[in-house]
Structure formats: C-alpha cells, structure tokens
C-alpha cells in the first residue's frame, strides 16, 4: 500500500469515436482504476469533440485522467496499450477511428524523446481536444519542454475545432 502513496503524476487523454464512445471511454476508466502500483486520483469530464486531422469521421468523445503511478513512463506505456488491446483497438488508419486511444500527455516534469515514446505528448499544445479537459483538471500544470501552463497554451491555442462540454447526466 505505501507504494501508492508516492510515485509520478501523470496525466492521460482518452479518446473514442467509435461503438458508443461515451462507453468505451467510461469502460476505459474502469480498466485504468485497475493499472498496477497506480491510483486514478481523478477525471475530467467528458467532451464532444470535432474530429482533427482526419475530418470525415464521427465526433469524439475526449477526457483525461490524473494517476498517480510508481510505473516508469514505458511500463504506463505497456499498460495503456495492453488497455486498448483489451478493447479491440485495431491499428488501420493513422488518425483514423478508433474503438480507444490512450496517450500519455504529461509524466511527471519529464521530457522522454524516444522512437515510440514522446513525452509530453508531441501534439498536446496544438489540440483543443486535449487542453479543455485537461484545464479543467490542471490549469496550472507545466509544460515541461515549453515552461508554459496548460491555461498559457489553452490560451495561446490555435485550433478552432469545436469542443463541447457534454452536461452532467448526459453521460
Ligand atoms: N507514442 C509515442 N508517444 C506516446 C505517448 N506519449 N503516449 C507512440 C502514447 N503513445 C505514444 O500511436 C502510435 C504510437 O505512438 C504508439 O505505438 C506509441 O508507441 P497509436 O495510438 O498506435 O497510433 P495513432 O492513433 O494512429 O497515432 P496517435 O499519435 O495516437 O494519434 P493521435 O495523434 O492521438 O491522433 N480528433 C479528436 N477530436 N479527438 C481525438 O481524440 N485523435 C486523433 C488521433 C486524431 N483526431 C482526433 C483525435
Ligand atoms: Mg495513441
């Protein structure tokens, strides 16, 4: 139990637009309340975002999460991805639908430039989708490669696709 008490702040975007996102998303939770020496200490609620990147696709469904885990950066990695395994996340189209996707926007002050894992998350800064829910989490939090706070990018934020937070009972 003590290792609960201490480890890394994380923070973690969730996105779905596909079979019943608000579910998967809900689903989701349910498995990260379950990572291993990590506690989900809180969620943001959740929005109804227009698609980016890829624009003829449905809306998504986007929060994040805040854990506290003992995990390295890389072991969290394995278990988000084991998490959108579990669920049926196929890898077809980049940017393209997707059951489930799990990203890791912030560990800790960390900064990790590797082949398949960029943290912060290398788009964060640029995404509506993600700054809005994460405001509403940390506003302060720190950037750790910009030295900016989440409410500095939000408001320094560029995309003007529409993010809509989804009323209480409606999810
Ligand atoms: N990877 C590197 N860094 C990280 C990190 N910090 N967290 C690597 C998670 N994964 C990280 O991801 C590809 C590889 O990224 C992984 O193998 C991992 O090693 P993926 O999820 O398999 O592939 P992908 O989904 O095609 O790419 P990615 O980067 O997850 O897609 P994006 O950039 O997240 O874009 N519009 C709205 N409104 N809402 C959305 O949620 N999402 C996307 C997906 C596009 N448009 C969207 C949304
Ligand atoms: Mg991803």
Redesign the pocket.
């Known amino acids: 139990l003590a290792e609960l008490m201490n480890g890394i702040i994380s923070f973690i975007?969730l996105?779905s637009?596909m079979d019943d996102p608000q579910a998967r998303c809900l689903e989701a939770i349910g498995h990260l309340e379950k990572v291993k020496k990590s506690t989900l200490l809180r969620r943001s609620s959740f929005y109804r975002?227009?698609?980016?990147?890829?624009t003829n696709q449905d809306?998504?469904i986007?929060a994040v999460v805040e854990l506290r885990t003992a995990l390295s950066a890389r072991e969290l990695?394995a278990e988000?991805?084991a998490i959108?395994n579990l669920m049926g996340r196929s890898?077809i189209v980049?940017?393209?639908p997707?059951v489930i996707?799990?990203?890791?926007?912030l560990y800790g002050q960390e900064i990790i430039e590797e082949a398949?894992?960029?943290?912060?998350?290398?788009?964060m800064h640029k995404r509506r989708?993600v700054l809005e829910p994460l405001y509403e989490l940390a506003p302060y939090a720190i950037h750790p490669a910009f030295g900016v706070s989440v409410a500095g990018l939000r408001k320094r934020l560029g995309d003007v696709?529409r993010v809509e937070l989804l009323n209480k009972g409606q999810v």
């Open positions: 975007g996105g637009n975002t227009e698609p980016v990147g890829l809306w998504f986007n990695l988000l991805q959108e890898r980049k940017w393209g997707r996707d799990l990203d890791i926007l398949d894992l960029t943290v912060p998350h290398r788009e989708f696709s």
